[in-house]
């Protein structure tokens, strides 16, 4: 089994619906996100996928997120745009789009330094 991981950035505004707490008031994370795909087959370059491929498809989701208040973006008008569903909604956007040959392993969405959540699918 092989994995390749990438790395990326944005930055964004969200509250969360039905939390009592400080992070139910609009507030914005510069978050770090990490996207790990995972096979078995190398292509003719003895290679999973291309690592620039990977980040473009990382990029293009990102770019719908990115400056902009989470809460207003689909689907996180309805859903809570907490870490966890990010990183799900990255997962699931990322996966759609990979070769065949190719899947997705995880996808984590750090909100701060320290505390990330990661989905597994």
């Known amino acids: 089994m092989y ?6 950035r944005f930055a964004a505004a969200h509250n969360l619906r039905n939390f009592q707490g400080q992070c139910e008031a ?5 978050w770090k996100v990490e996207i ?6 190398l292509d ?3 290679l999973l996928m ?9 990029n293009q989701a ?9 809460n207003e973006v689909p689907p996180f008008d309805k859903i ?10 990255l997962f699931e956007t990322i996966g759609a789009q990979l070769p065949a040959h190719v899947k997705m392993a995880s996808a984590s969405a750090w909100e ?10």
């Open 112 to 121: 701060s330094e320290n505390a990330r959540a990661t989905y597994l699918g």
């Open 3 to 8: 994995r390749l991981m990438v790395t990326g």
């Open 26 to 30: 609009l507030h914005g994370h510069n």
């Open 36 to 41: 790990t795909v995972e096979g078995e087959k």
């Open 44 to 46: 003719q370059a003895d």
């Open 62 to 70: 990102l770019d719908q997120l990115d400056h902009k208040h989470l």
């Open 80 to 89: 809570n745009p907490s870490s966890e569903m990010i990183a799900k909604w």
């Open 50 to 58: 291309d690592f620039g491929e990977l980040k473009a498809l990382m």
